[in-house]
């Protein structure tokens, strides 16, 4: 059977895009950003995973205010990178699993939870950033991927608690898959940070390092949290750190923590990572 191994959590800044496809890595601004990501690189090459299912959000590039699902999951061969102004991003195009992703559409809608199947999209930063920190710039990605979008822009986004409840019925289907898949989840964006507004820049390290302690030590905070928790205190895109959730709910009640980062800043963001394994 199909079996979820390991976790990762990381913010998908589309900055930290840009330092990777212009060469500036090694930058005194973007090295530690940088850094706080080598061990995972290192560990994703041993750990070998076949299949990532990733959780990201959309930045209008598939979606726009036009059609807003709250949940949906790419059931394509592939995607492409999207164009989000200043051209698509030098990467590879994303090679889909079709199959594992209509097994996990199929049985999340019979368990009542009812995602938008998508069949054609191409996808941004929220996707390939995190891709690029954990494979960094190869010719072909490594891993096969499942996308699940989720809607964390247009007001209502689901709750930290619904996030959960996605990730444990995404963890119930991947566990009946027939095929023997080495499988990872990760959960991305955030953390603290707000693009406009009078508090544009706002970035709360008290609050994002609290969050880094409660995906292991008391999830059960973060599933309670109410949307003007995040926007008050981590800004009005902190939100994203819902996506965190399905994630962190896939995994089961106890977690091995196994590697964490975080920066401030990385362009106008705290950039969080961790590594989690379920026990």
Known sequence: ??????AIASSHVPAIGAAIDNGKTEEAYWKPVFEGYEWTKQ?????????VILV??????????????TFAIGCAEEYQSADEGWGPRPVPPVVGEPD???????SCILDEFDLTIINKMD????????????????????????????????YPPPTGNRCWMLGEAIARAVESFPEDLNVQIWGTGGMSHQLQGPRAGLINKEFDNAYLDDLTANPQRLRE????????EAGSEGIELVMWLIMRGALGDHVKPLHR???VPGSNTAVGHLVLKPE
């Open 43 to 51: 560990w994703i090459k041993d750990e070998k995973p076949d299949v």
């Open 123 to 154: 996808v941004d930063h929220g996707l390939t950033v995190p891709m690029s920190l954990m494979f960094g710039q190869p010719d072909a990605w490594p891993v096969k991927v499942v996308p699940i979008a989720v809607n964390v822009v247009q």
């Open 225 to 232: 949290m109410p949307h003007i928790e995040y926007l008050r």
């Open 56 to 69: 990201y959000n959309d930045h209008a590039s598939a979606f726009s205010m036009d059609i807003i699902p």
């Open 100 to 106: 594992l992703a209509w097994h996990i559409a199929q």
């Open 261 to 263: 980062h975080y920066h």
């Open 1 to 6: 059977m199909a079996r979820i191994t390991a």
